[in-house]
């Protein structure tokens, strides 16, 4: 199971004018293959009179699911530039399409490269980027006569504090990074004299902002 990984933080749209030619950009996460074809048909359903509407993803924890499409352009002028934009940027489970009105003015094989790759690019830009972290949630079982103090030492740790539970005994359930459980488990076992229940609830990943 990967650890870290970056995407885009959800649907985004960009549009951008070259040489009279209009390039619409929308962004989508996609977890499958059928979730991108059905974004990609949602945008095509949109845009029936577009002169073009070009497509990229790319899938997977080991990017096994790779497609680019160039509905009419030129081969490897549309689909292929925007998904190697995505491979720079290093994105997984994303899914573009850029929607073309032509304008009237050709822009020739390298001109649609640049394009495509641009519109790509500023459309990722206006949706942003988020890494996802893996982490664990665990939950930290105590006698009341502890919660002031393990409270405070969590809130002022790097630790993320989730919620506390109030029953016979007080729960809190706190993010560690995977790579931190070991650490957390110790810390934790030190500052309560070996007092605490600690208790892995479930992995999940919790997704920060990439500036």
């Known amino acids: 199971m990967r650890n870290n990984y970056k995407t885009v933080k959800g649907h985004g749209e960009s549009e951008i004018i070259i040489q009279k030619s209009q390039f619409i950009t929308y962004i989508e996460r996609a977890e499958s293959e059928e979730e991108a074809q059905d974004f990609i048909n949602k945008i095509k359903q949109k845009h029936k009179d577009a002169t073009h509407n070009c497509s990229a993803y790319i ?14 352009e030129p081969s490897g002028t549309a689909g292929v ?13 994303t899914v573009v399409v850029v ?34 972290q893996l982490h664990h949630l665990m939950k930290v079982s105590i006698d009341y006569t ?3 103090k393990v409270e405070n030492e969590i809130r002022n740790s790097i630790f993320q504090l989730k919620e506390i539970a109030y029953a016979d005994l007080v729960e809190i359930y706190v993010y560690t990074k995977a790579e931190d459980e070991v650490k957390f488990l110790e810390w934790v076992t030190e500052i309560t004299n070996g007092q605490a229940i ?3 609830v479930e992995k999940v990943f919790l997704e920060f902002d990439v500036v």
Not at 59 to 72: T, V
Not at 81 to 93: F, G, S, T, W
Request: with cysteine.
């Open 146 to 148: 502890w919660l002031g």
């Open 99 to 132: 929607t073309r009105y032509f304008g009237g003015i050709k822009l020739g094989g390298g001109g649609l490269i640049r394009a495509y790759g641009k519109a790509t690019t500023e459309g990722i830009d206006a949706t942003g980027e988020v890494e996802c």
């Open 198 to 200: 600690i208790d892995t």
């Open 81 to 93: 530039p925007m998904l190697e934009v995505l491979k720079k940027r290093a994105l997984k489970d």
């Open 59 to 72: 899938i997977g924890e080991h990017d096994h699911i790779q497609k680019a499409n160039d509905d009419g």
